[in-house]
């Protein structure tokens, strides 16, 4: 394993290696530090290594927190789990043209096993769990991390708790409680439904909370995503990423992906230049951003972008930052304009995504609307769920016909309203 120690993001004190995610000095959060120096050197061989890893996020187990990759070099292929990763970056010309943009990319992690990026940050989460002793997996969920949580532990054959606001949408719960986790519906937002975790945590010291005590192995699952993208534009790093924000984690991670491959000399270009997408109803990043400040301020959510309902955001300041670092911005959109982005990516892609790829899709059209992408950069626009998970948000959004089963009931009922 490279990762060498923890380290606070605020004092830099180091800790071992085990269940901690919060300093105890200054109580700033602790990420894995790494030591890659050994990888320096030897770009060709490096690429052709992880080109001949499997197929899913493990190929880059050099830059992940395990000590024992499953399928690399593991010797306990029964507790792998699900296979998370290796999902496509298709070239969108028609969402290009159709917003006056050069190029852009579309990273659809709705491929994952249970259709959202979660099963990255879920599958380094609990095998870091395991290499602990950790017996149960659980988390504090919106919805897809609790779609992953129950999945994973199902195909692990470990027990499960999974904690949801009482209001989540229908979808998430049914592709939540068919794994058999034990699923506890909580009366209250996200933020009510964390802070009562974080208790637990404290009471069950052989549960694994994922995104809790784990949270420090947890985030390093968001990596992998521009690991993969680098990959698959010939180890270059696009010029622009729009990502959405719910806590920040994904969109800091992201940039750190790409940070640790371009140290190495492995990628060639910069970190791009990072947009971050919220809605209206709950933006406390976006807030801060325009206000500049750093102080993301908790907010009550209230938005059908359920899956980025965080009012109080963990990474919230660290994602201002590097919007500013890197010359991006934190932009919100309203739920009217989620639903356009959803219909707006769909038409222009064939890709249904759930509401958060709503609100990305409809923030990288206020982009392009301001004039903020220039016509030749490379833009890769980050979706990160199903939108069979969200149904009920583009209910009334089209128009449907019905007719008698005769041709003289199509030609004046379709024909003539496709026309009119």
Known sequence: ??????????????????????????????????????????????????????????????????????????????????????????????????????????????????????????????????????????????????????????????????????????????????????????????????????????????WAFVNINMRSYYAEGSKTIAYEIAEQLGWETPDRIVSPIASGSLFTKIAKGFGEWLELGLITGAVPTMNGAQATGCAPVANAFAAGTDVCRPVKPNTIAKSLAIGNPADGPYAVELARRTGGAVDAVTDDEIRAGIRLLAETTGIFTETAGGVTTATLAKLAERGDIGHDERVVLVITGDGLKTLDAVKGTFESYEINPSFEDFEATVEQGVHA
């Open 1 to 206: 394993m490279s990762g060498t120690s923890l380290k606070c993001r605020e004092c830099a004190a180091t800790y071992e290696l085990g269940a901690r995610y919060v300093c105890e000095n200054c109580f700033g959060p602790l990420e894995v530090s790494y030591d890659h120096s050994h990888l320096a050197g030897d770009v060709d061989g490096l690429r052709r290594r992880i080109q001949a890893g499997p197929q899913s996020i493990w190929r880059y187990s050099d830059f992940l927190p395990v000590e024992t990759p499953p399928g690399v070099g593991a010797t306990n292929l029964s507790r792998a789990g699900l296979p998370a990763g290796a999902t496509p970056l298709i070239k969108a010309d028609r969402l290009a043209e159709r917003l006056g943009l050069g190029e852009v990319w579309v990273k659809n992690d709705a491929h994952n096993p249970t259709h959202s990026f979660k099963d990255r940050v879920v599958a380094v989460a609990s095998q870091r769990a395991l290499e602990l002793g950790f017996d149960t997996l659980a988390c504090a969920s919106t919805g897809n991390l609790a779609n992953a949580v129950a999945a994973q532990a199902a195909a692990l054959g470990l027990p499960s708790y999974v904690f949801i606001p009482s209001d989540l949408e229908e979808q998430k719960i049914l592709g939540t409680g068919v794994y058999g986790t034990n699923l506890v519906k909580v009366r209250g937002n996200y933020d009510d439904v964390n802070r009562l975790c974080t208790e637990l945590s404290g009471e069950r010291e052989s």
